[in-house]
């Protein structure tokens, strides 16, 4: 082992089990001593109580996780170079995995803890790329990262003109840092450019992004791949598509084929973007685009019994955000799923997710077979899918694995 040149942490025997096992948090119980006092965001080792190095990474004592761990090799040096390699190891993942040529244009290049980016999330829509910084020790790198992902795509073919950072996000108190957005500048990029929405292209959908004022980084793109699953299901069927955002299940669907297609948001600006966005595409004469609460909407055809959808789509916002709130939340989720079954007839179709990595599959599972059984329908289940392969799963990291995405007949 080369010789340690940074303050270290000395923890407790679980959290040197839970380490050496592959998880990159060690939080603030876990510490029992540290040896110099590590400035916020700055590098720091982890050493086992006996001695055993464990890792090096991002110290912050304003924030519950304390370190945030980025190498378990000893010799790595963090400097230009390292974080290139891991630029371009994230990005070369997403050309291999993606499906075609335009998916690597509009996909997840960066993944937070599941690309050893700690608290970094970097979405590409076509020339954009949106970022989203939640961990102190990427802000104070972010002048080496960002131009490296700019200069690796370039030399890829695949040049971007801007990078919007959407860092208007509360949690960034936790690690003290303030909310912040703007464009970010680097050579390679568009000195000012003038651009509030992107264009991109999508299973062969064209969507305007306003990734300055969108929800997140302004499109959700790990539903990608599941969408093309719950077309498959719709053509020629008239299909309810609940908490539409910018229509993306919506329009999928009437691509497909679907006979008709209602898009229901309560957000009157996803609605007028859900209508532009199927204006662009051709697809609005066979759709209408409904601006109500998707609970209040849904109980509304279930007083009149109205049953004239027979594949409906849910897809809400995650319902939990935390450990505490996970019973509130998975009521919310009961309720919803009942009520969207109770309009299916027999034989109708079912896709329903969650996005919340708080509400583990078993337990959606369980909520969903109560909802089942409220509703008084079977549930044959015709797929269980995830996110898609550029927001990747590391096993060892819990977090990382979010999105439950189940298609079912109602029988």
Same mark, same amino acid.
């Given at each position: ?40 965001? /700055? ?12 890792? !090096? ?24 170079? &390292? ?22 244009? #509009? ?18 829509? *076509?020339?954009?790329?949106? !970022? ?25 073919? +695949? ?13 960034? /108190? ?13 050579? %390679?990029?568009?000195?000012?450019? =003038? ?10 959908? +064209? ?9 997140? !980084? ?28 910018? %229509? ?8 497909? %084929? ?8 309560? =957000?009157?600006? /996803? ?17 209408? &685009?409904? #601006? ?27 319902? !939990? ?10 009521? %919310? ?13 027999? *034989? *109708? ?55 439950? &995405? ?6």
């Amino acid at each position: 082992m080369s010789e340690r040149i940074y303050p270290f942490a000395t923890v407790d025997d679980r959290c040197e089990a839970r380490v050496r096992a592959g998880h990159v948090w060690v939080y603030e119980s876990d510490i029992k001593a540290l040896s110099g006092i590590p400035e916020n965001g /700055a590098l720091c080792d982890v050493f086992s109580r006996r001695g055993r190095y464990l890792g !090096t990474g991002f110290f912050n004592a304003a924030s519950k996780i304390r370190i945030r761990v980025l190498s378990t090799n000893a010799n790595d040096r963090f400097d230009g170079a &390292f974080w290139e390699r891991r630029v371009r190891y994230a990005i070369e993942y997403r050309r291999a995995v993606m499906a075609s040529a335009a998916d690597f244009l #509009c996909c997840r290049l960066i993944f937070g803890e599941a690309d050893q980016f700690p608290g970094l999330t970097v979405d590409r829509f *076509g020339d954009v790329l949106v !970022t989203e910084t939640l961990s102190l020790g990427i802000e104070l790198c972010k002048d080496i990262i960002f131009p490296a992902i700019v200069r690796v795509l370039a030399e890829m073919g +695949t040049p971007v003109k801007a990078l919007y950072e959407r860092n208007n996000v509360s949690i960034r /108190a936790l690690e003290g840092m303030e909310e912040t957005v703007g464009f970010y500048h680097c050579d %390679g990029l568009e000195e000012h450019p =003038s651009m509030t929405e992107a264009m991109i292209c999508e299973n062969g959908i +064209t969507y305007h992004v306003d990734f300055m004022h969108g929800q997140k !980084t302004g499109f959700f793109l790990d539903q990608k791949y599941n969408r093309l699953a719950a077309a498959r299901l719709a053509r020629g069927r008239t299909v309810l598509d609940c908490f539409t955002h910018t %229509g993306s299940f919506a329009l999928n669907a009437a691509k497909a %084929g679907a006979a008709h297609v209602d898009a229901v948001d309560i =957000s009157a600006d /996803a609605i007028a973007m859900t209508r532009r966005n199927a204006e662009e595409n051709g697809l609005a004469e066979r759709m209408d &685009f409904i #601006c109500a609460d998707v609970f209040a909407y849904l109980d509304e055809l279930n007083a009149k019994k109205q049953r004239k959808y027979d594949m409906i789509i849910l897809d809400p916002p995650a319902f !939990t955000k935390s450990a505490g709130t996970v019973n509130n939340a998975y009521g %919310g989720y009961r309720e919803i799923n009942r009520k969207a079954l109770q309009l299916l007839p027999r *034989g *109708g179709y079912f896709a329903t997710a969650s996005c919340s990595h708080f509400m583990p599959s078993e337990l959606f599972c369980r909520m969903l077979r109560e909802a089942a059984y409220d509703a008084r329908v079977t549930l044959r289940q015709i797929e269980a899918r995830q996110q898609a392969p550029d927001h990747p799963i590391l096993w060892t990291v819990p977090e990382t694995d979010y999105l439950k &995405f189940y298609l079912f007949q109602v029988i």
